[in-house]
């Protein structure tokens, strides 16, 4: 797609730190990082977001972002990593070309996500849910 900064980035036509890149993905530094070692890792083929993500593509990102963060734990040694990864607007996504952050963590590195709800959920409305979705898949 000629508008999009990542496909720019996998067809060498925009500058990036690359870490990684084989036929199917390729991993490079976040111009933006949160933390030090902060990688996106995309698809090379353009899709807006995990809806529109091919199987194939996907499972290149996960193999490549792996790779990656083994990576990423034996040259910067963090005391733990987040995947990050939003679809849409209403989820923070700012490039609408899929991508999956790997954020190195470091304990007291002062970041936080947001905090999760405590309220235990309610077993009938899971198992329902969960059976609507089973259907549709």
């Not at 496909?7 to 870490?19: D, G, K, Q, T, Y």
């Not at 995990?50 to 790779?67: D, K, N």
């Not at 990050?84 to 923070?92: D, K, L, P, T, V």
Request: charged residues 20%.
């Amino acid at each position: 797609m000629d508008d999009c900064v990542f496909c720019a980035i996998a067809a060498h036509r925009a500058p990036a730190s690359l870490i990684y890149e084989d036929e199917s993905s390729l991993a490079f530094l976040d111009i933006h990082p949160i933390t030090r070692g902060h990688t996106l890792v995309i698809p090379r083929e353009h899709c807006e977001n995990i809806y529109e993500l091919s199987e194939t593509a996907g499972a290149a990102v996960i193999r490549a972002a792996s790779r990656i963060a083994r990576t990423l734990r034996q040259e910067l040694q963090p005391d733990g990593l987040n995947l990050i990864q939003s679809n849409g607007r209403a989820a923070g996504q700012t490039v609408f070309h899929f991508h999956l952050h790997l954020v190195p963590r470091w304990n007291k590195d002062g970041l936080f996500l947001p905090p999760h709800s405590p309220v235990l959920a309610e077993r009938t409305n899971l198992e329902a849910l969960a059976e609507a979705l089973r259907a549709r898949l």
